[in-house]
C-alpha cells in the first residue's frame, strides 16, 4: 500500500552505509519513520531532503510488519518556501526539531497540529530576518495544539506546573511559577516584541521546565545553548 502525504523532518540518523532513517511529522499519518537511500547524484542528494525542519513531500510504501516505511518519491514541498541559510534561521530550525522530535508522540493524523507547524516553518521561511522571539511563540502556541496551554488569568499570582493551572496561593511543592515568573509568561503571550534578551532566556527556561513538567523528555536539549548565544 502507498502513501502519499506532505510532512516537515523533525530528525534523521544514518542506518547502513547509504541509508537514512528519518522521523516524519506527516500530514497524514502524524508522526511517521522513513527509510531512504543516499543518491550519488550530486544534485538529488536525498540527505539534504531530511534536514531539521524540511518541507517534504513524499509517497512511500507502508509496511504492514514494520514501523518504518521506504521511500518511493520524495520533493520539496515548495508552498512552504526554502529556508534562508542564516545563523539566526538554522539555530530556530534546529531546536525547534529537538522540542517537536520529543514532545510529539502519536503515530496517527493529528491535522491541526501538521497545519500549525507546517504554517509557523512557512512564516519562518519567508521573513527575511526571524523575531528574536520566534522561537517562544511557536513554544506557546504548541501548547494548544499539545493541549497543555496553562490555564493564567489576571486573578492568579502563582502557577502550578504539576496541576497545569493558575492559583491565588503558593502550591505546597516547589514547582510552579513565581509571581514575576508568572508576569513575564504573560508579557511573553501578549507583547513578546517588548521582552529584553535577559527576559527571552529566563522565559525559555521557564517554557522548557512546563513542558519537561508535563511531557517529560526535555531536561537536556543540545541545541539550547546555541539558540541562546544567537538570540538570548
Given amino acids: 500500500m502507498l502513501l502519499q502525504s506532505k510532512g516537515v523532518v523533525l530528525q534523521s540518523f544514518k542506518y547502513g552505509e547509504n541509508s537514512l532513517i528519518s522521523r516524519v511529522l506527516s500530514e497524514e499519518k502524524g508522526l511517521i519513520s522513513l527509510l531512504s537511500n543516499k543518491t550519488k547524484r550530486k544534485k538529488n542528494k536525498q540527505g539534504n531532503f531530511f534536514q531539521p525542519l524540511s518541507a517534504i513531500e513524499f509517497v512511500c510504501y507502508l509496511s504492514s510488519k514494520s514501523n518504518i516505511h521506504r521511500v518511493k518519491e520524495l520533493t520539496y514541498n515548495n508552498s512552504i518556501g526554502s529556508s534562508p541559510d542564516n545563523v539566526s534561521v538554522n539555530a530556530i530550525r534546529f531546536f525547534l526539531a529537538e522540542v517537536l522530535s520529543k514532545v510529539i508522540k502519536e503515530e496517527e493524523q493529528n491535522f491541526h497540529l501538521y497545519k500549525y507547524v507546517e504554517e509557523k516553518l512557512r512564516h519562518l521561511n519567508t521573513e527575511s530576518a526571524p523575531s528574536s522571539s520566534f522561537h517562544i511563540t511557536f513554544l506557546m502556541g504548541l501548547m494548544d495544539m499539545l493541549g497543555i496551554q496553562p490555564l493564567i488569568t489576571h486573578e492568579h499570582t502563582y502557577f502550578d506546573l504539576e496541576q497545569g493551572e493558575g492559583c491565588a496561593t503558593k502550591p505546597n511543592h516547589p514547582n510552579f511559577f513565581t509571581q514575576d ?52
Avoid at 513578546?192 to 523528555?217: A, M, W
Fill in 181 to 232: 515568573e508568572v508576569q513575564l509568561y504573560k508579557t511573553g503571550q501578549d507583547t513578546p516584541e517588548k521582552l529584553l534578551k535577559i527576559e527571552r532566556s529566563r522565559l525559555l527556561n521557564i517554557i522548557i521546565n512546563y513542558y519537561n513538567t508535563q511531557l517529560g523528555g526535555l531536561a537536556n536539549l543540545k541545541s539550547k545553548a546555541v539558540l541562546e548565544v544567537v538570540f538570548g
